[in-house]
């Protein structure tokens, strides 16, 4: 298993969910989350080869939440698709507004200004400079986002994948109901699956291993972590083949 040898230097997939974008009541839109996301992708803009953006659509809906007696999965999971949609189309103005270029695009056909996915115009995208929002998931159901992360990180020649959540990393245990868990600075894929490590689910965790595809874990809500990623600051948590002390 070897480093993701395809890569662009320096270019980035970034994922973060829709509820983080949520406003009051855990739903719709933050003014304040969205300005945030857009000046912390404003900064990390300046010192990257590209950046593509993955967003859920959890401030909508989430598939999981579906009553099975009401709603079919693959339903549900069609929902939550064109939830990330929606996102797609509010990050864009969000960042055109912060003074970025940006455009979005979805996986499947919808119209309504968004043109569907393309990985070889999806990479001019990204070569002319723009932040490319990327909607609709993989277009089918029973796939997570953070699996379209790596997928598509993959496809544009990302080089890491920043999973921007609301933790500072990953830890031994989950820091919000154990004070006492340790967060790792660098660790490997084969670390993290021994030991039971909450990196992302089974799928996207493959796609990363098998293709050599770095994941960096970091807290969105902290100013200038993504700058900081981006720029190859230990931040967060690394997760790759090498991996670090704890191995």
């Known amino acids: 298993m070897e480093e993701n040898g395809n890569a662009t ?137 953070d699996t379209t992360a790596c997928l598509r990180a993959l496809e544009l020649g990302a080089q890491t994948v920043i999973k921007a959540t609301r933790v500072d990393g990953v830890f031994s245990d989950d820091p919000e109901k154990n004070h006492e868990a340790v967060r790792y600075d660098h660790i490997s894929y084969d670390f993290a699956l021994s030991n039971g490590l909450q990196v992302m689910d089974a799928t996207a965790f493959t796609l990363c291993r098998e293709n050599g595809l770095s994941v960096r874990v970091i807290d969105l809500g902290v100013k200038g972590n993504l700058q900081s990623a981006v720029k190859g600051e230990s931040v967060g948590t690394l997760v790759d083949v090498s991996g670090g002390t704890h191995d």
Request: aromatic letters at 8%.
């Open 9 to 145: 230097p320096n270019r980035f997939l970034v994922k973060f969910s829709g509820e983080y974008l949520a406003g009051k009541g855990g739903s719709g839109f933050s003014t304040e989350r969205l300005a945030h996301v857009s000046e912390e992708l404003k900064q990390a803009k300046a010192h990257a080869n590209g950046i593509a953006v993955v967003v859920g659509g959890g401030n909508f809906f989430r598939g999981g939440r579906a009553l099975p007696a009401l709603i079919d999965r693959v339903t549900g999971d069609q929902i939550g698709m064109l939830a990330t949609a929606m996102n797609a189309l509010a990050l864009r103005d969000a960042f055109r507004g912060a003074g970025l270029q940006a455009e979005s695009v979805c996986a499947f056909p919808v119209g309504g200004g968004l043109d569907q996915y393309d990985p070889d115009s999806a990479r001019q995208v990204l070569d002319q400079g723009s932040v490319l929002i990327l909607g609709g998931g993989t277009g089918n159901a029973f796939f997570t986002t």
